[in-house]
């Protein structure tokens, strides 16, 4: 074997032509120098040029036989698999944060929404200012201004009220649904009303058959004298 061959280095050839091309330059490398060896040796029995089998000539090419390792360019399986997880999960992360964002967004807008309606009713309906609290009407108070509701809105008898207008009882309870005293009050009031008039109820002395308005009036105003000078 030529001396060249043993310090050729390992090739790995991708490609048939390439084997093809190697072994040739190896075959005609060692067909140079064997033909030197024959011309450089003057002995008469020199057995002449002596061609080299296939697997000397491949070895000497430095082929390296057996299956080609995988290409470097195509990525293992572990390696595609783990792009097409990567490439999943960054896709899902992506849907969980734009979904994130538009509920974030739909919340805050919401609240805006509540917070301008509060802040709009607030300002369309300002708190009513706190009445000022009245004294509490007296018995004598409350006969005088059963006689005023009645001077306002006229005096009858026998019903509640009618076109004419009402009587004692429908005068008190109108007071009474105005707020303008309770039914404590009337019942005080009512206590001095019978004792000026003598009467058993109030009904009794409305409906007498001879009763005038202006007895109606000066007895609720003499009830009302009384009441004050009893301490009411």
Partial sequence: MPASAATTAPRTFWSDAALAAAVDAAFAEALAE???????DDTPDSTGIVPLDTETLIRQAGVVTGP?????????????????????????????????????????????????????HIIANPKPAPQPQLAPITPSGFLAATSRYITDHGWTQHVLADDR?????????????????TRSTAR?????????????????????????EDQIHAALLTAAARARAAGE
Avoid: M, Y
């Fill in 165 to 181: 207008g009402v009587c004692l009882r429908e005068a008190e309870n109108a007071l009474i649904r105005g707020g303008t005293g």
């Fill in 68 to 120: 080609c390792p995988p290409d470097p360019r195509v990525p293992s399986p572990a390696a595609q698999r783990l792009k097409h997880t990567t490439r999943i999960g960054g896709r899902l992360a992506a849907q969980a944060a734009w979904w994130l964002l538009r509920t974030t967004a739909l919340l805050t807008v919401t609240a805006a929404v509540g917070i301008l309606r509060l802040s709009w």
């Fill in 188 to 212: 005080q009031a009512n206590a001095h009303l019978r004792h000026v008039t003598g009467a058993l109820t109030i009904p009794t002395f409305n409906d007498w058959l001879t009763r005038r």
């Fill in 34 to 40: 064997e033909l030197a060896a024959a011309l450089a």
